[in-house]
């Protein structure tokens, strides 16, 4: 894949995981798991929340925070890629941000 298509492959596949995640208000690290608007945000079958430690419920939600901020930084990265043609090269931070949300090695 070009660098161009990389970036874009990544912008959207982070907008798809943004929008088919629970929740549409910010999520929060409570006693009963991470929770949106007061409502669980991750459900087992039954209707069980999923057990998740402190340190986990802390890092899911200052991720799901950055979705953001991550696809600014992936909308400029591919901007700039436009306006150069491709002919700059484009590695750094924000391909590495790419890759990593494509499962690819940064």
Not at 6 to 35: F, H, M, N
Not at 59 to 87: E, K, P
């Amino acid at each position: 894949m070009t660098t161009a298509e990389t970036i874009t492959t990544a912008i959207d596949k982070l907008t798809q995981l943004r929008a088919i995640a629970c929740g549409t208000e910010p999520w929060e690290a409570s006693p009963e798991g991470v929770t949106s608007a007061g409502h669980p945000v991750v459900e087992l079958e039954g209707g069980g929340c999923a057990y998740w430690s402190d340190g986990d419920r802390d890092l899911v939600v200052t991720l799901h925070a950055t979705i953001d901020a991550q696809l600014a930084i992936l909308r400029h990265a591919l901007v700039f890629v436009h306006q150069t043609r491709g002919a700059a090269s484009h590695e750094g931070p924000s391909i590495d941000l790419a890759r990593a949300i494509l499962g690819e090695d940064a």
